[in-house]
């Protein structure tokens, strides 16, 4: 079975390499990074609208391109790889994969077109602290039209149009579609570790909500949703490994330590290898997660758990060990370093830390055992 991309696919990822390395540079990241008022870059978030990048996966008949999961997987790489300050992954991989799961024919017509114009920005609310979301404990209800209840943090909240939030619905949760534009609902920017990726507390009084799917099938619709999500931020997290390592070979090619580039020393070769391993590692669980999500396949469960495991670790692996390899001016701000360091700990944990995957890769593995 060949799990590569096809010549297109790649022809795509090419295309958008070039775009990203011309009008989102680390510059871009670093001017969100430095503003404290700046949630994303605009101007980055306008060139990436009028790509159509946020249609890849959206039917054409509701506005999109109708190209399919496996060029999003190859778009996420790249935006990834560029550190892209804009809310892509909570639009495209949460909000857009949602609504496509859970919501009517109906809301997928009134919504879905303004997602792939850039006019809706959608974000992902299941969040209610530390820990992993449990639907049999959440705190924010939903009595079939108001909702009420707090979420912290929801990635891109504070600049989000709409929100798909899991709340509790009865003795079960559903997923509420909610324009966070309307009354009742109060926004509050969080802050973390990785600034050019924002986040917030949101909180729902009484906010007028529209269900998406049957009353109660929130629990199953969430974890569908997070497995493809998963995938997705996998291959995000791959084009930032992928991008630590070219700076860590570059820097050791050129920096020169008594009379000699210090790639020619045993201890740094032995990091690039092992990061290289990781890379490749990861690399391959990515491309058997992208088929099963292109696929639909019933291994996309066990698949998203193990490409979440190894792009999570490939990143912080090759995040840290770019720092070290650059020495002393890899610890300074002045160095790119600590932008992919700052978003590798981010992904880490976002839709579920390590802990979590590791747990969802262990039932699928016995459930598919079982079987």
């Keep these: 079975m060949n799990f590569d991309f096809s010549d297109d696919q790649k022809f795509l990822g090419n295309e958008a390499r070039k775009?990203?390395?011309?009008?989102?540079t680390?510059?871009?990241?670093?001017?969100?990074?430095?503003?404290?008022?700046?949630?994303?870059?605009?101007?980055v978030w306008t060139k990436v609208k009028e790509m159509g990048w946020l249609g890849t996966a959206i039917p054409e008949e509701h506005g999109g391109l109708g190209l399919g999961a496996l060029e999003l997987c190859v778009l996420a790489e790249e935006m990834g790889r560029a550190l892209a300050p804009v809310?892509?992954?909570?639009?495209?991989?949460?909000?857009?994969?949602?609504?496509?799961?859970?919501?009517?024919?109906?809301?997928?017509?009134?919504?879905?077109?303004?997602?792939?114009?850039?006019?809706v920005i959608g974000c992902y609310a299941a969040s209610e602290g530390p820990g992993n979301p449990d639907?049999?404990?959440?705190?924010?209800?939903?009595?079939g039209s108001k909702l009420s209840g707090t979420k912290i943090p929801v990635t891109d909240g504070d600049v989000a149009t709409h929100a798909i939030v899991l709340a509790k619905e009865g003795s079960g949760a559903s997923l509420v579609l909610v324009d966070l534009n309307g009354p009742g609902v109060t926004r509050t920017p969080v802050k973390t570790l990785e600034p050019t990726r924002s986040h917030a507390e949101?909180?729902?009084?009484?906010?007028?909500?529209?269900?998406?799917?049957?009353?109660g099938a929130g629990a199953?619709?969430?974890?569908a949703i997070m497995n493809r999500a998963a995938v997705l931020l996998a291959f995000e997290q791959l084009g930032g490994a992928t991008r630590c390592l070219e700076m860590a070979t570059?820097?050791?090619?050129?920096?020169?330590?008594?009379?000699r580039p210090i790639g020619g020393n045993q201890a740094i070769k032995h990091k690039l290898a092992d990061m290289y391993v990781k890379n490749e590692v990861a690399r391959s669980n990515c491309y058997y997660g992208a088929w099963a999500?292109?696929?639909?396949?019933?291994?996309?469960?066990?698949?998203?758990?193990?490409?979440?495991?190894?792009?999570s670790e490939a990143y912080w692996y090759a995040s840290k060990e770019n720092i070290q390899t650059h020495g002393g001016m890899g610890f300074t701000w002045e160095v790119d370093c600590h932008l992919f360091y700052r978003r590798a700990k981010l992904l880490a944990v976002q839709a579920g830390a390590p802990k979590v995957w590791k747990e969802k890769l262990v039932r699928a593995l016995e459930m598919k055992n079982a079987a």
């Design 19 to 24: 775009f990203l390395e011309g009008e989102c």
């Design 26 to 43: 680390t510059q871009h990241v670093r001017e969100v990074l430095n503003d404290d008022d700046k949630s994303h870059h605009d101007g």
């Design 87 to 119: 809310p892509f992954a909570s639009t495209v991989y949460f909000f857009a994969e949602g609504l496509m799961i859970a919501g009517s024919e109906a809301q997928k017509g009134a919504v879905l077109p303004g997602v792939a114009s850039g006019d």
């Design 135 to 143: 639907p049999a404990k959440l705190s924010v209800t939903f009595d």
């Design 202 to 215: 949101i909180k729902f009084d009484g906010a007028a909500g529209e269900r998406l799917g049957e009353a």
């Design 220 to 223: 199953d619709m969430h974890d």
């Design 250 to 259: 570059d820097y050791a090619k050129e920096r020169y330590a008594f009379g």
């Design 293 to 311: 999500l292109s696929t639909d396949a019933a291994e996309l469960p066990e698949a998203a758990a193990a490409a979440r495991l190894a792009a």
